[in-house]
């Protein structure tokens, strides 16, 4: 992994917009693979405050290359480019200099889709509910409870390279029902351990567990009618400690 030439890959579809990224489909024509693209927010960029961004982008650059390929449930990061002033890749040209990450594209479905779709009638708590909170059928090889513990299973690897798994909104994660596996998909709050956050409190494991009891464990029984299984869980203000 290292910088890459973006003319490699034909620019596609706008997918969306994080906190920090604007997001495109892209098709790498060396490999034929589908990828992502992300870049700092237009917005962000047009003002001149993407440095923030492209400091996060460093920092996520210098995750991948610690942790390599040694952390499966990821979408693993192919290249990044720096583009230059002026430069109409994205068929536009701001007078700024950005970071631009090239990862895999993630398999499966987001475990809670876009908040959006919900006025459109969509399910968007489907995945959620019935892969992660309420495993009806137990994957043959990975159980039911699938999500949780490959989660785990990250969760130890990055506190072991020193790094604290983090951000784990179901939205940010991929399930793939065939073979039972989660891509997580979005690293913009990766931290170091003990490392303040964004509110200047001290961030530790202890907030890993919190996230995935937040977003993956209940003490509800499942849900007794089909509709009830569309809603999303956890989406309350963040717990702490103390509670």
Aim: proline share 5%; net charge negative; aromatic share 10%.
């Amino acid at each position: 992994m290292g910088t890459v030439e973006l003319e490699r890959f034909a620019l596609g579809t706008l997918l969306g917009f994080g906190a920090d990224y604007e997001v495109h489909a892209a098709l790498d024509r060396e490999t034929g693979n589908q990828v992502v693209i992300r870049r700092p927010k237009p917005t962000e960029i047009s003002r001149g405050w993407h440095h923030r961004i492209n400091e996060l982008s460093e920092r996520i650059i210098d995750m991948h290359n610690c942790l390599g390929d040694s952390v499966n449930n990821m979408a693993h990061l192919i290249g990044y480019a720096n583009l230059p002033r002026n430069d109409s890749y994205f068929r536009d040209s701001y007078d700024q200099e950005y970071l631009v990450l090239v990862e895999d594209r993630a398999v499966g479905v987001p475990l809670v889709a876009d908040i959006r779709d919900k006025f459109l009638g969509a399910p968007i708590g489907l995945g959620q509910n019935l892969f992660a909170l309420y495993t009806l059928v137990p994957h043959p090889q990975e159980g039911s409870f699938a999500v949780c513990t490959q989660l785990l299973t990250m969760g130890a690897k990055f506190h072991k390279a020193g790094y604290l798994l983090l951000d784990m909104r179901p939205q940010n994660i991929y399930f793939d029902p065939l073979n039972g596996q989660i891509t997580v998909i979005d690293f913009s709050a990766i931290l170091f351990e003990g490392e303040r956050g964004k509110k200047g409190e001290y961030r530790d494991i202890n907030d890993f567990f919190l996230e995935l009891l937040k977003f993956y464990v209940t003490p509800l029984d499942p849900p007794s009618g089909v509709a009830d299984y569309q809603g999303v869980f956890g989406m309350r203000p963040a717990i702490s400690l103390d509670e």
